[in-house]
């Protein structure tokens, strides 16, 4: 029996550890340098965090062509800010990765 550990599990896990709750407020400057991918409310934003790290091509850009993967629009940075609203994201360089579950 091995003791390796799997390095697409260590690399969820560091993600999800890496996930956090932020204001809008915090977020809008990763906005301003269109550094901001909005991620649809019924995909995990950690498994799409680990694909984006991974350069899983094939999956990001079917979410990508569903648009369940997008640059944050005006609209939505207007209402966020409307809401003061607070977003669930993770970094993957470059990318500010956030979620809207409410």
Known sequence: MSDSV???ELNKA???LETAK?????????????????VAPDLDIVSVAHSI?????????AWLN???LNPVSDDQARNW???QAY???????PWVLV???D
Do not use: C, M
């Open 87 to 93: 977003l669930w994201a993770v970094v993957v360089r």
């Open 81 to 83: 800010h409307e809401r």
């Open 6 to 8: 799997d390095p697409n």
């Open 53 to 61: 790290s991974i350069d899983d091509k094939t999956v990001v850009e």
């Open 14 to 16: 560091k993600l999800n």
């Open 22 to 38: 932020i204001a809008w407020a915090d977020l809008q400057r990763y906005f301003a340098s269109g550094h901001l991918l909005a």
């Open 99 to 101: 979620q809207d579950r």
């Open 66 to 68: 569903e648009k369940k």
